[in-house]
């Protein structure tokens, strides 16, 4: 049922991940806001995040907004994606599935309908951004 949102979440990591080298918020859902969580994870990654695209599907899905730094991993030293899904159960649900997809090095954190895919190559701002997804 949710294929479409592994299939985006692991593609955004392996890219993200690759190019690392070593938002639309849907408006009216209640939870945290997709702009919340963007802001949160930034100050702690202390990267820029982009709005990527939602796929119809994936949107149909559960998926409210995704955000990445994916052009800006090299500078960063590290990659972040930042997903958020209508609820807790279809964040659970994907994040079961993305944990056997994701690269080895990635971390995904996950607290709520918000996940996170996170990878150092230098700046490792992991336990920040752990504590920033936790806190919302």
Known sequence: MLRSI???LAA???LALA??????DSGGTPGVAPETAKTRIERAAKVKLASEAVPDEAREQGLRASYSNAATAVKDGQIVGVFVMKDAGVADEVSDMVRGSAP????????GEVMVVYASAGSDHARAVERAVEAL
């Open 6 to 8: 592994t299939i985006t």
């Open 12 to 14: 955004t990591a392996v």
């Open 19 to 24: 190019a690392c080298g070593s938002g639309e």
């Open 104 to 111: 080895k090095s990635a971390r995904l954190i996950v607290n």
